[in-house]
């Protein structure tokens, strides 16, 4: 059986070797904000277990209620962590109070009226409550699809919960022997070795939620324009192919916009590229005022973008290309001395079942329809007509409704 001084060392080395870890995360990803919790919960652990290493030197039981009042401190500081990694409030007052109360409640069953039993189960109390907070969080359906590492941190939690309750209830029942930390039997050395490879295992659970997250965000930068901030191509075409199974399946429709920008190449020409990039972003900007929730914008490659429209019709892709068409003349009315107006052609397309599930086909669609628009004096929308069908052959055969400046 492992003496009392090696499980509290083993406490301890095993605490700073975790905060060393989350401080290299910390270092390394300054924007992963929970992780600065973590770290904090890991290194005063290990400063909780070291002060409560004094009890085998001094003989009082000082250190044990400093000890273990640091101690759940820091599982509120690694519950706060969790609230924080879910963009949950987590209130500093409640966990001071808390930690406050506890501590209050250890010097009061120590040096007012001792009794063992109390103060094991104010330390349980203090550890069960934060742990239970974030095992909703933790086992919370709403967080999308599952996460490995919140299923290995929720087993955990699940663990030390039943930990500190069963030593609690077993104290009071006088099984199992005397339940202190100062003297161990063979179940409290047991009990003692499963609650720090317990702590290991929550702390790698929480790590794997950090793995998770940032690999999500690099997935979501990939298909992300550096310049604009909006869907890239690549997101684009995935979007439409989305789509269009969506709509092969259930015949309900939706519409696209094709969009770009009239006389870029001049901007650029004059004013120099940096000055043709801040038009981008502007634009942009000016365009997702004018958008509807789902609807998506991205860039398709240069100066020109394309709007998905779900579920709507060719009527509704019309309403969205006017209110482009309108903020963009707007913001040139109002520009002045150096600032550079923006005028945009737009084509309108809407599927059919002759498109199916090919994205490319709709897109060409709208592309004739700007191409249309363009031929007709800019800064207008143009129309894609689906009669004739649109099929490789036919190619050629397009029917346009072309809207002029004014009736646009």
């Known amino acids: 059986m492992l003496n009392v001084p090696t499980l509290w060392t083993v406490f301890v080395v095993n605490f700073l070797a975790l905060s060393l870890i989350w401080a290299y995360v910390v270092g390394s990803y300054p924007t992963l904000h929970a992780a600065r919790f973590w770290t904090a919960s890991a290194f005063l652990a290990a400063v909780a277990a070291a002060i409560a290493m004094g009890r085998l030197s001094t003989g009082s039981l000082l250190p044990f209620v400093v000890g273990g009042t640091l101690m759940i ?14 963009n949950r ?20 069953f ?3 009226f001792d009794s063992p039993p109390a ?3 104010i330390f349980s109390a203090g ?3 934060p742990l239970s907070l974030t095992l909703r969080l933790l086992i919370s359906a709403g ?17 030390m919960i039943a930990i500190y309750a069963m030593r609690a209830v077993a104290q009071f029942l006088h099984s199992g022997g005397n339940f202190t930390y100062s003297h161990f039997g063979a179940l409290q050395s047991s009990l003692v070795l499963v609650m720090v490879f317990s702590a290991m295992a929550w702390n790698f659970g929480c790590l794997l939620m950090a793995i998770d997250r940032l690999r999500n965000e690099v997935a979501d930068l990939a298909l992300m324009d550096d310049l604009t901030g909006v869907a890239n191509r690549r997101h684009l075409l995935r979007r439409l192919t989305e789509e269009c199974a969506i709509s092969e399946r259930s015949g309900q429709a939706f519409a696209i916009l094709v969009i770009d920008l009239d006389g870029f190449k001049v901007i650029n020409d004059t004013y120099g590229h940096a000055a043709g990039d801040a038009c981008l972003q502007h634009f942009t900007l000016m365009v997702q005022t004018r958008l509807r929730p789902g609807d998506m914008l991205a860039r398709a490659g240069g100066d020109e973008f394309c709007v998905v429209l779900p579920n709507s019709t060719v009527n509704e892709g019309i309403t969205i290309a006017r209110r482009v068409l309108e903020v963009c003349r707007e913001d040139a009315a109002g520009c002045e001395g150096g600032d550079i107006p923006i005028a945009v052609s737009i084509g309108v397309a809407q599927w059919s079942p002759e498109i199916g599930v090919f994205p490319d086909r709709l897109v060409a669609a709208a592309d004739h329809a700007l191409y249309a628009a363009k031929n007709n004096g800019k800064d207008g929308f143009a129309i894609y007509d689906h009669s004739p069908p649109l099929a490789p ?13 004014k009736s646009a």
Not at 89 to 99: C, F, I, K, L, R
Not at 393 to 405: F, H, K, N, P, T
């Open 127 to 129: 550890e069960i409550i």
């Open 393 to 405: 052959e036919q190619a050629g055969d397009i029917v346009l409704r072309e809207a002029s400046r």
């Open 119 to 121: 103060r094991i189960l």
């Open 73 to 86: 401190f820091a599982t509120s500081l690694g519950t706060m962590g969790v609230a924080r990694f879910y």
């Open 143 to 159: 967080h999308g699809r599952p996460n490995p590492g919140a299923q290995l941190a929720a087993i955990v939690t699940w663990l």
């Open 89 to 108: 409030p987590a209130s500093w007052m409640t966990v001071w109070g808390g930690t406050g109360l506890c501590g209050a409640g250890l010097v009061l």
């Open 110 to 112: 120590y040096y007012v």
